[in-house]
Nanobody
Framework: QVQLVESGGGLVQAGGSLRLSCHASERAFSRYRMGWFRQAPGNERGFVAG????????YYAKSVKGRFTISRDNAKNTVYLQMNSLKPEDTAVYYCAADDSTLGGVTTNRNDYDYWGQGTQVTVSS
């Protein structure tokens, strides 16, 4: 069972950048597919970005593709989400998630993820 802790959220102006980090307690971090999700008030938790165990494949929601970059450093047990050209509609609580299945590729389904962080608030002002 892995513990996930997000950090890096905050308040930024539209067009600005922010980098989120998610640190995992599990030393066998590379065993997990990782994803970032976000949830705005009144909305369901939705997929933002995902990355495979070795970082060879990444996948993004259409709304963030070209602006966000997911990466991981398995030596540091950390996954990152670099967010550029932020828009007010990016405002949400961002969650890090880990999938301990044996499947390959990236999954966008939140039900496929087994472990979740507590979230970090990102607010983008116009």
């Amino acid at each position: 069972q892995v513990q996930l802790v997000e950090s890096g959220g905050g308040l930024v102006q539209a067009g600005g950048s922010l980098r989120l980090s998610c640190h995992a307690s599990e030393r066998a971090f590379s065993r997990y597919r990782m994803g970032w999700f976000r949830q705005a008030p009144g909305n369901e938790r939705g997929f933002v970005a995902g990355i495979t165990r070795s970082g060879g494949i990444t996948y993004y929601a259409k709304s963030v593709k070209g602006r966000f970059t997911i990466s991981r450093d398995n030596a540091k047990n950390t996954v990152y989400l670099q967010m550029n050209s932020l828009k007010p509609e990016d405002t949400a609580v961002y969650y890090c998630a880990a999938d301990d299945s044996t499947l390959g590729g990236v999954t966008t389904n939140r039900n496929d993820y087994d472990y979740w962080g507590q979230g970090t608030q990102v607010t983008v002002s116009s």
